[in-house]
């Protein structure tokens, strides 16, 4: 089993739609998670991070954390064509690695 | 403010040569990070420090060397490069455990 799973898509999303990315990992002591956006050919960008059980909103970004089923979310409101990217999911293993996921590739469709 | 700068940008080795990626921060951070990203997959740590004279192996550290005689430098250097290790490296860097800053990546291909 991979530390941190997601589906590598593509997913496709029409423009305005709610996109909804997920992510699972297997380590029950993780206790901090990130979303990252990587543009083709460019560096990952952190969006948010999350860290205890619940949801945590900026601005059009949701990211849900529940802890018990080890399950990661995201979720984009409004999806614009400027957010389609791919998108990684990360959790800190001890205190300094990050460990990513594959990543999935979201497309906004105008 | 630069954050984290990564030199150069891309490179063509031949099998078997070596060379050193350079990577600087000047932000101040203890952490810094070496990743490789290979097609369509995420990013795996290849080596990390923790501070001016600490580094610790990550996930693929085979083959890869590093060190870490200042805060602001963190270099990778392949001694004999082989065509599995061509790929996107990125460096980071963060405050202890916090969110980690990447740089602009270097696109290696070994032929």
Request: charged content about 15%.
């Amino acid at each position: 089993q991979k530390e941190v799973e997601q589906n590598s898509g593509p997913l496709s999303v029409p423009e305005g739609a709610i996109a909804s990315l997920n992510c699972t990992y297997s380590d029950r002591g993780s206790q901090s998670f990130f979303w990252y956006r990587q543009y083709s050919g460019k560096s990952p960008e952190l969006i948010m991070s999350i860290y205890s059980n619940g949801d945590k909103e900026d601005g059009r970004f949701t990211a849900q954390l529940n802890k018990a089923s080890q399950y990661v979310s995201l979720l984009i409101r409004d999806s614009q064509p400027s957010d389609s990217a791919t998108y990684l999911c990360a959790t800190l293993q001890g205190a300094q690695k990050l460990v990513f996921g594959q990543g999935t590739r979201l497309t906004i469709n105008p | 403010n630069a954050g984290v700068t990564q030199t150069p940008k891309f490179r063509i080795l031949k099998i078997g040569q070596s060379m050193t990626l350079q990577c600087a921060q000047d932000m101040n951070h203890n952490y810094m990070y070496w990743y490789r990203q290979d097609p369509g997959m995420g990013l795996k740590l290849i080596y990390y420090s923790v501070g001016a004279g600490i580094t610790d192996k990550g996930e693929v550290p085979n083959g890869y060397n590093v060190s870490r005689s200042t805060t602001e430098d963190f270099p990778l250097r392949l001694e004999l490069a082989a065509p599995s290790q061509t790929s996107v490296y990125f460096c980071a860097s963060s405050i202890d455990s916090q969110p980690q800053h990447f740089g602009d990546g270097t696109r290696l291909s070994i032929l």
